[in-house]
């Protein structure tokens, strides 16, 4: 753990990664800034989907832009290598203790004063789910989904027609076909890096992870070739990659609790946009950020917030 003293409070980082509603990132920033004026906060904006006012970004100062050189399709490839991208960033060009992986649609729920003398004062190197993941068993029946996810090589297709589907469903468990909203992937279930020393864990892609975790997960995507090319070609790779890294580097202390609020309709892919009648249970949970919010839906969620940190 990071030795904190009164009188040097952690440096506390923000990245901010996001593709849309540029207004509603812009204000998110501005209330990092507001709020923590000392933190340095770095975006990484896909702005082939929306573009930021960079001018007004550069107004609050201590602001920097990460600029993907592709675009990112989130749940695939380019979204680890984004992550990678910014922590190789933030490990050469900032000094920080501590940073806290955050959507545009996310919003803080406690003072960050609060939350940074928390981090500081706290038992944890980082705040990772770390759920194992258990190989799919040898069976027609639908694996569980990260099982799904992890245990197979997937590459793009073109759509299948209704016999070819039949027909996938039928190898399982060789085989697996994801529709996702960009495009169709066909895995090929395959021999693994994971071992009893290297479990592969999964959970929740927004972190908040100490400079030693940083590099930690920076280091094994250089050292361990072999991990990554497998993630590299597994589905949404972000939600389990350093959670298989961090749990199995020796001597980080790691809390399963994410740190996060998230409420969830039952079958849905995406967590419920918040509002003004889910604050009660926000301010309640404990949690440092919530979201998802949309300022075109329900802004005065985004207001109350604003008065809660500010108090």
């Known amino acids: 753990m990071l030795a904190e003293s009164a009188a040097a409070p952690p440096r506390v980082a923000y990245l901010v990664m996001s593709h849309a509603l540029p207004d509603q990132v812009l204000r998110l920033v501005r209330t990092l800034r507001s709020a923590s004026p000392a933190a340095p906060v770095l975006i990484h904006h896909d702005d082939r989907r929306s573009v930021l006012d960079h001018a007004a970004l550069g107004r609050l100062g201590g602001v920097e832009l990460v600029a993907p050189p592709t675009a990112v399709v989130w749940g695939w490839t380019s979204q680890l290598d984004m992550v990678l991208r910014c922590f190789a960033w933030l490990l050469e060009r900032i000094e920080f ?17 609060r939350i940074e003398h928390d981090l500081a004062a706290g038992a944890y190197d980082g705040y990772v789910q770390g759920v194992e993941v258990p190989r799919p068993p040898w069976t027609r029946r639908p694996a569980a989904e990260f099982s799904r996810r992890y245990h197979y090589r997937y590459r793009r297709i073109r759509p ?113 946009v918040l509002g003004l009648a889910d604050l009660e249970r926000m301010l309640g949970s404990g949690a440092d950020f919530a979201r998802k919010f949309d300022m075109r839906i329900d802004a005065a969620v985004l207001d109350e917030l604003d008065r809660v940190i500010g108090s």
Not at 97 to 113: C, E, F, H, K, N
Request: include cysteine; charged fraction near 20%.
């Open 97 to 113: 203790d501590w940073v806290t992986m955050v959507s545009g649609q996310d919003y803080p729920i406690r003072p960050l004063a």
């Open 160 to 272: 299948p027609g209704p016999r070819l589907r039949r027909a996938i469903r039928a190898a399982r468990p060789v085989l697996e076909l994801r529709d996702m909203p960009w495009g169709t992937l066909l895995g090929r279930r395959c021999a693994t890096p994971f071992s009893p020393a290297l479990p592969c864990r999964a959970g929740s892609d927004w972190l908040t992870l100490s400079r030693p975790c940083v590099e930690a997960v920076a280091a094994a995507a250089g050292s361990r070739p072999e991990l990554l090319r497998h993630y590299r070609r597994a589905l949404l790779p972000t939600e389990s990659f350093a959670h298989t890294v961090l749990h199995a580097t020796p001597g980080l202390r790691l809390s399963g609790d994410a740190r996060r609020f998230t409420a969830w309709t039952p079958g849905a892919l995406h967590p419920d």
